[in-house]
């Protein structure tokens, strides 16, 4: 420190410094830059840090306790007078729907993408229109289309268990999957990739689990973070088809008790952060890996 | 399943030797067509049975009688005084918090982006928190809104003794309340669409309009602003279209009361053993439908005026 | 044809520009007394612009530990073109972007046509840059990017097109006018930015690497235009390249820089003839450093005696830089000379008016000099004295010519 100040002044001209107009320019952008960036992060965080406070102080005695966060790790609600049980049927459904979901969001994508992306063009923009609609198509509408046909289902073919949400579920995450899946498609060149391991001998089913899953790999992982973090979150149309979810779940025990399903929300969004920084740093990775190319 | 789609390949190429005649070449390319076209059915199978047909039975459901009929007389509901304000409500909530939101997030994805460092820590740790609360939150942020704001609030506390002022425990299912807690998902979302806008603005167009003599107010009027104007407008679009569609956060703020489209689709859900109900849902989500594909016909069009030069 | 036509009509768009400029008499940058000398300076002469000085400039980047500009020093004549040329990280466009107003500097002072505009802002300076790449206006066709130095000064519509258009004309892009600039090639945009520089009848014209994005052919094309268009409005030009043969084409000067000064400033010719450093030397042009013995005014390399330039050391044991086409070589046994070192012919490189042959000297009496491997040299010949039959492997004498040589 002290010798970076030390060569920094040895380097100075000596005598009056010429007008420092880019410098001043900077140090206005930054406090502007500051304010924006602190209202925002303000309007953001509050509500995080309310949630935060809220769980920790009791809010008819106003004691401080620790009380809401020692029932969710230890399973046991008792001391607050909370059943639990739904928080654990909940959150048990929506892990088990996240493993469903993913792998059949990854056999019903991967496999159609990667033979589209070789083989047609036409084709493949077909599959991007009709993996984006769900954008278009708010999941309450889609709720309203699905009644009937969940009804149809659980009587005549399945059951009403939660799992089978998984069929919806994998239309809602069609988009972002398919986004993720096509960024990692269009940053290898597929094509010259199978033609040369055809060509080495290799069988189809080797190259593609050989040759461009490894390719893929980073993609499909994003494609399942983002999956498993719009799952998690749901609540649209387990609520309304009446299936149990982790976010019914969080609705109705907070209800009865809202300091554990504030505790169990701010559980859920920093692990939803935590998989969209992983995320993150996976495109990165993809991003880089294409540069290098 | 993969398997079979695996050995399409092989089979569809085998006939296309170079000893193969021009007419089995012919066919052998229309089976390779063949072949490709079948790998992709379990794909649009799928989206067939959980896709397209629910939005079927929404448009069929909401011209239909009760014994199957055709019939307008379901679109009735929508004219009644309590469904007129229910899309007022959700239209008027959803153009605030998304001019709210696109303003308020632009300017965060500016600050953001320029003079920092393309992957520095802050923007990592902002757009991940952002996706989180644009597009999973739902249920959580009216939690957090609960704790904040509502009856026993932190913030209501703090409001109390620091000033003495009770807030109305009904301020948050007011249209301001409700426009706030929208905007707490609609400006995260303006900061992740609208970076990758902010980020292709290059550092070397401030320089040339400077060194040909503009200065800032003519930057940003005439290079910063028209150059971001396109993808500004179809983000302010995106953005009332993720909120005149948003459910899952108003449902958990107040379950009992309609007063925003989509809880009145939940409403109609409910009662749809009530025979003065019939079609009610599927006209409403119909509805939807139409206001949502004319907002995203309006973001193409934007798009496509931009793509004259982008 | 064209370019006549832009001649006729320059003089009197400067006059036009002037009572349209906003700034010309609001700030104290150009009282009125010089304008109207500008104005006259302008009007009887090819040469607009004033010269350029930059005096013990001094730059920093916050955080550096090193300056980037070293009391930095460059005088420049009206109506020149001065290349800058180094390496990367030696402090070229920084001085560009210095002078262009673009850094500010923490010591000196820069002077343009006599007037101190250390403190005056980027877009009061009337210079024109032309960036590397990326620096059109996206979401302007290639005239609306022409004319928008013109709007800035409140041009009338109709003027600013006319204008415009000429500018076009002047690069050969009248055609494209209407497109938008990222439907045209690289060479394009580049000539685009061009004419929108020259637009606005800059003071100086300031071009950062202009070329280095653009292919092989296109990159020929365009250096030799930008230098044609240079000469027929006289603007006085700054011109910064890491690329040695762009520099030597174009320039009037040359400024070697390293280590955020300039080595040598000088006409091309001098430059590669007469350098004033080794850097300079080794940085334009290929050169053998060969080992000699010097008295500051001569040296002996390999038994011959060679002038020396300037600045030249002295010492039993210096290198003396000998250029390629400055050694002879001939085949043993055809020269009865006793000057010259027995060597071996590795490679033959004919290309076409002249060849280069690379040898490697038989004896081992050098290899200290060459960390301890056998010397190398590079001779170049014009064809026709290139010894018949020269074959890989083949017996020669090598000898530097008595041109004069910088020891070092």
């Known amino acids: 420190m002290n010798a970076t100040a030390e060569s920094r002044e040895s380097i100075e001209p000596t005598g009056t410094r010429p007008p420092q107009l880019r410098a001043a320019r ?26 935060l406070v809220f769980t920790l102080r009791h809010p008819l005695s106003g004691r401080w306790s620790l009380a809401p966060w020692v029932a969710i790790f230890t399973g046991n609600g008792e001391s607050l007078g909370a059943d639990l049980t739904v928080l654990w049927q909940g959150l048990g459904a929506s892990l088990a729907l996240c493993a469903v979901t993913v792998v059949l969001m990854l056999l019903l994508m991967v496999p159609t993408m990667v033979i589209v992306h070789i083989r047609s063009k036409a084709l493949e923009r077909a599959i991007e229109w009709v993996a984006t609609l769900p954008l278009t198509i708010p999941a309450i509408v889609l709720v309203v289309g699905l009644g009937p046909i969940y009804r149809w289902l659980s009587s005549s073919l399945l059951n009403t268990n939660p799992i089978w949400l998984c069929f919806a579920y994998v239309v809602l995450v069609m988009p972002f999957a398919f986004r993720a899946i096509a960024v990692g498609l269009n940053s290898i060149d597929v094509k010259t990739l199978v033609e040369a391991s055809r060509s080495l001998g290799a069988s189809w089913p080797k190259v593609f689990f050989r040759v461009i899953i490894p390719n893929l790999w980073q993609s499909i992982l994003s494609a399942s973070f983002i999956s498993i973090a719009v799952v998690l979150g749901e609540y649209t149309v387990a609520s309304l088809l009446g299936r149990m979810n982790l976010q019914v779940a969080l609705y109705q025990l907070g209800q009865s008790n809202s300091q554990i399903s504030t505790a169990m929300s701010l559980l859920a969004l920093l692990f939803g952060v935590v998989l969209l920084v992983a995320l993150d740093l996976i495109s990165e990775r993809v991003a880089k890996s294409k540069e290098g190319k | ?186 400006i995260p979302l303006m900061i992740i669409i609208f970076l990758p806008a902010v980020d292709s603005i290059r550092p070397q167009w401030r320089e040339a309009c400077e060194s040909l003599g503009g200065n800032t107010v003519q930057y940003w009027t005439r290079v910063a602003l028209p150059i971001l104007a396109p993808r500004f407008i179809s983000a302010f679009l995106l953005l009332f279209a993720s909120a005149f569609s948003a459910y899952a956060t108003a449902a958990a703020l107040f379950s009992q009361r309609s007063i925003l489209v989509p809880l009145m689709i939940q409403g109609a859900m409910r009662n749809e053993m009530d025979p003065n109900q019939q079609g009610f849902a599927q006209v409403l989500a119909f509805a939807m439908i139409v206001v949502v594909a004319i907002v995203m016909l309006l973001s193409h069009a934007v798009e496509k005026r931009a793509g004259r030069w982008q | 044809m064209s370019l006549a036509e832009h001649n006729v009509t320059a003089p009197k768009a400067d006059e036009d520009a002037f009572k349209n400029d906003p700034t010309a008499s609001l700030d104290g940058i150009r009282p009125k007394d010089v304008t109207a000398a500008a104005k006259a300076l302008l009007k009887d002469s090819t040469t607009r612009g004033g010269g350029i000085q930059m005096q013990d400039v001094v730059k920093i980047y916050p955080g550096a530990t090193k300056r980037a500009l070293d009391d930095f020093n460059l005088d420049i004549k009206p109506g020149e073109m001065v290349v800058l040329l180094g390496g990367s990280g030696c402090g070229k466009s920084t001085a560009l972007r210095s002078l262009a107003g673009l850094e500010d500097i923490q010591g000196g002072r820069i002077l343009v046509g006599g007037q101190d505009v250390t403190g005056v802002p980027v877009n009061k300076r009337e210079m024109a840059m032309v960036f590397q790449a990326y620096s059109l206006f996206p979401h302007m066709t290639a005239v609306e990017n022409v004319e928008f130095g013109l709007e800035v000064r409140g041009v009338g519509r109709d003027e600013r097109r006319k204008i415009a258009m000429e500018q076009l004309e002047l690069v050969g892009l009248a055609d494209q006018a209407t497109k938008y600039t990222q439907q045209m090639s690289g060479g394009q945009q580049q000539r685009v930015a061009l004419a929108r520089a020259l637009a606005i009848k800059p003071r100086v014209l300031l071009l950062d690497e202009p070329l280095s994005a653009l292919d092989a052919k296109v990159r020929v094309q365009l250096r030799d235009e930008i230098r044609r268009i240079q000469l027929n409005t006289g603007t006085t030009t ?52 060969l080992p000699g013995v010097s008295n500051g005014e001569e040296a002996v390399v390999f038994g011959q005696r060679v002038p020396l330039l300037p600045n030249s050391k002295k010492g039993d044991l210096v290198a003396v830089l000998v250029r390629p086409e400055n050694l002879t070589l001939k085949r043993t046994g055809e020269t009865d000379s006793k000057v010259g070192e027995h060597a071996r012919v590795e490679v033959i490189h004919f290309l076409g008016a002249v060849a280069r042959v690379d040898c490697e000297i038989s004896t081992g009496e050098y290899q200290h000099w060459n960390k301890g491997e056998q010397l190398k040299v590079t001779v170049q010949l014009p064809a026709n004295e290139l010894p018949a039959g020269l074959a890989v492997g083949d017996d020669v004498v090598v000898a530097p010519r008595p041109v004069a040589a910088l020891a070092c």
């Not at chain 3, 300079?280 to 053998?288: D, E, K, R, S």
Request: charge should be positive; proline fraction near 3%.
């Open chain 1, 26 to 51: 900077v140090r206005r952008q930054s406090v502007i830059k500051f304010v924006i960036l602190f209202v925002t992060l303000a309007f953001l965080f509050v509500p995080l840090i309310s949630m």
């Open chain 2, 1 to 186: 399943m993969t398997a079979s789609i695996a050995q399409n390949g092989p089979v569809a190429t085998k006939g296309a030797g170079p000893s193969a005649t021009s007419a089995s070449s012919a066919i052998a390319r229309h089976r390779k067509e063949l072949g490709t076209f079948a790998v992709t059915i379990p794909f649009f199978a799928y989206t067939a049975c959980f896709l397209l047909a629910p939005t079927v039975i929404v448009v069929v459901g909401a011209f239909q009688t009760r014994d199957g009929g055709f019939t307008l007389a379901n679109f009735a509901k929508l004219f009644e005084a309590n469904t007129v304000s229910a899309f007022v409500t959700s239209i008027v909530v959803s153009i605030a918090s998304s001019v709210i939101g696109a303003v308020v997030g632009g300017l965060a994805s500016y600050a953001l982006v320029i003079g920092a460092k393309p992957n520095g820590l802050l923007r990592r740790m902002v757009s991940a928190i952002s996706s989180v609360l644009a597009q999973f939150g739902g249920v959580m942020l009216a939690f957090a809104f609960i704790a904040t704001i509502g009856i026993n609030g932190i913030g209501t506390m703090l409001i109390k003794t620091v000033t003495g002022l009770t807030v109305n425990p009904n301020w948050l299912s007011s249209l301001s309340g409700l426009v706030t807690v929208y905007c707490y998902f609609q």
């Open chain 3, 238 to 289: 700054v011109f910064v390249t890491h690329d040695q043969e762009e520099a030597l084409a174009v320039a009037d000067r040359i400024g070697v820089m390293n280590h955020g000064r300039i080595e040598q400033i000088a006409a091309p010719q001098n430059l590669y003839q007469r350098p004033a450093t080794e850097y300079v030397a080794t940085f334009i042009g290929l050169t053998n450093r």
